[in-house]
């Protein structure tokens, strides 16, 4: 069966660290692959997606993911974390014309100060 | 600016009270879907339609219904069959075609009285 998982449920880390958000996939076919970031009480925004090419895509507020293919991952990664970005953080994925989406339960991030 | 317009933010609902969300976009997008989301278990698809007058069963539809008479409207009503309707629904939009990001509105909070 498709999936997408995010083994991490809440991770925490100071402000200025290093940030890395983990994301696999379990699809017939290479899936197009997205994350998103939600506020408390938001909706979800877009921060990056995955259609082919390049395995390393960048995506807005500073935030990247690499592709890997042969981990079957697609982990998300900042080099310096702000505390502005503490919120949850979702993987999804998605194959076929009709784009439906397949989300991972989500990682919570705090961030300390 | 172009986006997804979710109301009300905030609903209640009696036992036995069938309630509509509501869903409106001006993205010009042909899909539309609803979301269901509950604490730690991300988000579940309950309905969605590529086309005016036509829509399709997610995972989760039982006891929700929709209708998408209009290409800019995708209302969805929790049925008094959903016994567990306290939940955070999201609606989403996005162009038809493979991997098409979606793009979500705020949200709508629905408690039980």
């Known amino acids: 069966a498709q999936s997408v998982t995010q083994p991490d449920i809440h991770i925490t880390v100071s402000e200025g660290a290093s940030l890395e958000l983990r994301c696999n996939y379990s699809y017939g076919a290479t899936p197009y692959l997205f994350w998103y970031v939600q506020s408390p009480g938001q909706g979800l925004q877009l921060l990056l997606k995955y259609f082919s090419g390049d395995t390393l895509v960048q995506g807005i507020k500073g935030f990247e993911a690499e592709f890997k293919r042969s981990q079957s991952s697609f982990n998300l990664r900042k080099p310096s974390v702000h505390w502005s970005d503490a919120a949850e953080y979702f993987c999804?994925?998605?194959?076929?014309?009709?784009?439906?989406?397949?989300f991972g339960k989500g990682t919570k991030l705090s961030v300390k100060p | 600016d172009g986006g997804i317009t979710q109301s009300p933010k905030y609903l209640f609902r009696k036992e036995g009270q069938n309630v509509t969300l509501s869903c409106e976009q001006n993205?010009?997008?042909?899909?539309m879907y609803w979301y269901r989301q509950d604490p730690g278990q991300g988000l579940r698809l309950i309905y969605y339609?590529?086309?005016?007058?036509?829509?399709q069963k997610g995972d989760i539809a039982e006891g929700y219904s929709v209708s998408r008479e209009k290409k800019e409207s995708f209302p969805l009503t929790v049925t008094s069959a959903q016994k567990n309707p306290t939940a955070f629904y999201l609606c989403?939009?996005?162009?038809?075609?493979?991997?098409?990001?979606?793009?979500f509105g705020d949200g709508t909070r629905l408690s039980i009285l």
């Open positions: 339609s590529q086309i005016v007058n036509d829509f």
């Open positions: 989403a939009s996005s162009p038809l075609g493979m991997g098409q990001p979606q793009h």
């Open positions: 999804a994925g998605s194959v076929g014309s009709q784009g439906n989406l397949i």
């Open positions: 993205l010009n997008h042909d899909a």
